[in-house]
Nanobody, 127 residues
Framework: QVQLVESGGGSVQAGGSLRLSCAASGYVSSSYSMGWFRQGSGKEREGVAVLDSYTGTSYADPVKGRFTISQDNAKNTLYLQMNSLKPEDTAMYYC?????????????????????WGQGTQVTVSS
C-alpha cells in the first residue's frame, strides 16, 4: 500500500521560506514520478513542481526561481524548498505520485493523472 505523508507547512510572512517534506512508503520512489500540487481556497488544484528521476523537473510559472523540488531516494522522501514566499502561495499543498516514468511538464498540467495523494499540509503567507 502506497502512503504519502506531508509535513513542514505553517504560517510565514511574505518573503519567508518553508521546506515541505513528503515521506513515502510502500514503494521505491525512484520508480515513480513525484510532484507537489496546491489548492487555494475556492480554487482548483494545480501543479506546482514535478520531478522524475530519469526525465527531470518542471515548475509552474508562478514559482519558477523561488521553489525547488528535490528527492532523497535513500530516505524515500520528496522535498519542496519554498523561498521568497508570497501571499498568493497560500494554499493546501499536496504530495502526489504516479507509477512509472513520465515527462514532468506533462504531469504538471494533469492533476487527475496522479495515482496517489497525501493528506496535505497548509501553507499560509501573510503580507
Amino acid at each position: 500500500q502506497v502512503q504519502l505523508v506531508e509535513s513542514g507547512g505553517g504560517s510565514v510572512q511574505a518573503g519567508g521560506s518553508l521546506r515541505l517534506s513528503c515521506a513515502a512508503s510502500g514503494y521505491v520512489s525512484s520508480s515513480y514520478s513525484m510532484g507537489w500540487f496546491r489548492q487555494g481556497s475556492g480554487k482548483e488544484r494545480e501543479g506546482v513542481a514535478v520531478l522524475d528521476s530519469y526525465t527531470g523537473t518542471s515548475y509552474a510559472d508562478p514559482v519558477k526561481g523561488r521553489f525547488t523540488i528535490s528527492q532523497d531516494n535513500a530516505k524515500n522522501t520528496l522535498y519542496l524548498q519554498m523561498n521568497s514566499l508570497k501571499p498568493e502561495d497560500t494554499a493546501m499543498y499536496y504530495c502526489a505520485a504516479k507509477r512509472g516514468t513520465w515527462a514532468p511538464w506533462w504531469l504538471l498540467q494533469r492533476t487527475s493523472e496522479m495515482d496517489y495523494w497525501g493528506q496535505g499540509t497548509q501553507v499560509t503567507v501573510s503580507s
